[in-house]
């Protein structure tokens, strides 16, 4: 899957003159024609299939017999906002499908269907909006899923932050499936399923007057298949959760706080790439509180550890899963680490921006 | 990161606190004097190895925590100011002045940045010639350099729209207050690695001496830390107060030279007030008159700016080494990092915030 080649965004060009604008004008979200070319020739191209091309005001869903026997919806939704756009590892469109492809995978869902709100700043560039357009089809290609609706406005420049982009999504839960807190048991593994805080040290890397000369991409990638396979091998799983903002810090405290249970990780068993653990080093950044997009972590029985590494490990998204730690019956709702030297110390829930120390 | 493994190795930490815990035969109080040291110590439980006889007091070296409150207010009213552009390192934002924050300020439309280099902030005045571009230069002797050259930069350049707030404080003063203080407790010093790879160890000699305190030049790593209380701990038994370096493989006797001149050339010597703790004689930097005119508080004209801090805050016991952060009343109660009374509880570097995100209550 994330082998595939990414698309070709320098080569892009419109099938059919965008009546010769080559930025985003206040017109484009009026409803009239330019609204229509917009979705002519910048998103049915992309994103184009049986049920978006009707151009309706709302997409009617077949759901066959997929919720035959149990099966449950799952409705997420969630909104997407960086500085900038474009970042080594992806962009805002990788992140808008995969941000909600990931929330519906972490209730066990299969994601299917997405809708796509634009919010666009009066100035963007057409050709910028269509690269990040193709991106997103890409990634929903490569997620699996179909985006069926969407919306478009135009805010005036300097009144958006060049791009917004709000998606929801549906998805189906199988019959059986069942994860929450209340199957999380003292004695269960924590297990993560790669490297942490790529994606917020790409982020930082290429904020202004911050250049690292090793380059860190961003992890961004849909989370289905791994918990696909994840559910396939366990079927005892308790939690999954994909930490993004706040990092594995947040998610971990989450976890804990709903199962009333405590949390105690290995800090040597913390999986960091050196780049992304010298980068953290200097800006004084905890690995843990750094935003990832494309992880999870799981909560299973001790006894189906061994499986649920086996099958994310052959996984490609997954080829540096490993255990982090465990749950434990003590300081419940607390997560704690225990450092390399030997000591320890609680984790506590990011309290909100991530600031880079004076000294 | 190769090189930093090697220094966090945890066998030779086990070593190195069994030998103190061999060597100690009554109870000590080191001040590791950084706020660097101060993190680092929480953030891999370092004292938990120690035997109960040693005890470590986490001293004044946190720049974020000792600018005083008035120094804050003078940058948020600066900020506040149309045409403004405030720079300042990241932790300085969250810093609450009398009754705001620089977040605040930015919230309410102030152009409040971040930069990693207050050469950063002369670049930004270069490229916006309309806008009055402010550091807030602070820290100790250590990030002094970097903003004494931004200085001479803006000079050579005859830059007209940058300046500088300075609150730059000094260790050896500290150090000396300390132990001038009554019912200081502190038997011996680890001093900052980072300070006396600007400054050199030959200040310390004269205040061990006076003071009859062994002073460790110590670095931040696990096992740099260990060595250093270590060292310390040998000298305390053995009934020696010297001067000792052991971070010599980044400091040396004199410091460096370099940096010093331009120190000594951009910035003047200044009584200074500590937040929590008081003023202290010659222990800060300004602007030297010389370059008085990148004198922010000047340009500005807030130099009547004073400010009142909170009772019920008793940092300065903290900075000062007659509190354990958890020992004041109002730790995690109406003191947290989200509503912090004072700066050591927002700054990671600071004592308070390095006990609370410890979870140490």
């Not at chain 2, 308070?352 to 140490?360: E, K, P, S, T």
Request: aromatic share 4%; charged share 20%.
């Amino acid at each position: 899957m994330a082998g595939d080649t990414p698309p070709d965004v320098a080569g892009f060009t419109c099938p059919a003159p965008l009546r010769d604008r080559p930025q985003i004008v206040m017109g484009h979200g009026g409803g009239g024609a330019l609204s229509r070319d917009l979705v002519e020739h910048i998103f049915l191209p992309a994103f184009g299939n049986p049920v978006l091309d009707r151009l309706g005001d709302s997409s009617v869903l077949d759901l066959g017999p997929r919720l035959a026997g149990g099966g449950r919806l799952a409705f997420s939704t969630d909104s997407f906002v960086v500085r900038p756009l474009v970042f080594p590892g992806g962009s805002i469109g990788e992140l808008a499908v995969n941000g909600t492809v990931n929330d519906l995978a972490m209730s066990g869902a299969d994601p299917l269907w997405l809708s796509a709100a634009f919010i666009l700043e009066e100035g963007l560039a057409i050709a910028d909006l269509a690269a990040i357009v193709a991106r997103m089809a890409a990634a929903a290609r490569m997620a699996g899923v179909t985006i069926v609706t969407g919306d478009t406005k135009v805010v005036e420049r300097g009144r958006g932050d060049g791009l917004t982009i709000t998606t929801a999504g549906i998805g189906i839960v199988p019959p059986g499936v069942d994860l929450g807190p209340h199957r999380i048991r003292p004695g269960d593994a924590v297990i993560v399923s790669g490297t942490l805080a790529d994606h917020g040290m790409a982020i930082m890397s290429v904020r202004e007057g911050l250049g690292f000369e090793a380059a860190i991409a961003s992890d961004t990638a849909p989370l289905a298949g791994l918990v696909a396979a994840i559910l396939a091998a366990s079927p005892g799983v308790g939690m999954l959760r994909d930490p993004t903002r706040g990092g594995v810090a947040a998610s971990l405290n989450e976890i804990a706080g709903a199962a009333r249970l405590g949390v105690e990780i290995d800090e040597r068993a913390i999986p960091v790439s050196p780049v992304v653990a010298s980068a953290c080093e200097i800006l004084g950044l905890d690995p843990l509180q750094v935003a990832n997009e494309g992880k999870l972590l799981a909560v299973v029985p001790a006894g189906s550890a061994a499986a649920v590494l086996d099958a994310l490990r052959a996984h490609d998204l997954g080829r540096h899963a490993t255990v982090l730690g465990r749950i434990v019956a003590e300081h419940p709702g607390l997560v704690a680490v225990r450092t390399a030297i030997g000591g320890s110390r609680i984790i506590p829930l990011p309290l909100g921006e991530q600031l880079p120390r004076i000294c | 990161m190769k090189h930093l493994a090697e220094y966090r190795d945890a066998d030779t930490a086990r070593r190195l606190a069994a030998e103190i815990g061999r060597i100690v035969t009554r109870p000590w109080a080191i001040m590791e004097v950084c706020g660097g040291q101060t993190h680092s110590i929480i953030r891999h439980g370092l004292d938990q190895l120690l035997p109960p006889e040693v005890e470590l007091i986490h001293g004044p070296g946190c720049p974020v925590c000792v600018t005083p409150l008035e120094t804050i207010d003078k940058a948020l009213a600066i900020a506040r100011r149309p045409g403004v552009t405030l720079c300042s390192f990241g932790d300085m934002l969250r810093v609450p002045g009398s009754c705001e924050d620089l977040f605040a300020v930015r919230a309410a439309g102030g152009d409040v940045r971040v930069v990693y280099s207050p050469l950063d902030a002369v670049a930004l005045a270069r490229a916006h010639p309309e806008r009055q571009v402010v550091f807030l230069a602070i820290g100790f002797e250590t990030t002094a350099p970097a903003n004494a050259m931004a200085v001479k930069l803006a000079a050579r350049e005859r830059l007209p729209n940058f300046s500088l707030l300075v609150s730059h404080v000094l260790v050896p003063p500290a150090i000396r207050a300390i132990m001038r203080s009554p019912g200081n407790r502190v038997n011996a010093f680890l001093a900052a690695g980072h300070v006396s790879s600007v400054m050199g160890t030959w200040q310390y000699p004269p205040l061990a001496r006076e003071f009859g305190v062994p002073i460790v030049v110590t670095g931040f790593e696990p096992l740099d830390l260990l060595e250093g209380i270590r060292r310390a701990v040998v000298q305390l038994e053995a009934g020696r107060h010297e001067l000792e370096n052991a971070y010599p493989r980044v400091v040396t006797e004199r410091g460096n030279e370099p940096a010093q001149a331009v120190i000594g050339e951009v910035f003047a010597a200044v009584d200074r007030a500590w937040r929590g703790i008081g003023v202290i004689p010659a222990s800060g930097w300004r602007l030297a008159d010389a370059y008085a005119e990148f004198d922010a508080e000047q340009r500005f004209d807030v130099r009547g700016i004073t400010a009142v801090e909170s009772p019920l805050c008793k940092s300065g016991e903290v900075l000062k080494g007659a509190l354990k952060p958890n020992q004041c009343p109002a730790f995690g109660k109406e003191c947290t990092p989200r509503t912090p009374l004072g700066a050591t509880m927002v700054s990671t570097e600071g004592a308070c915030a390095a006990y609370y995100h410890a979870g140490r209550t």
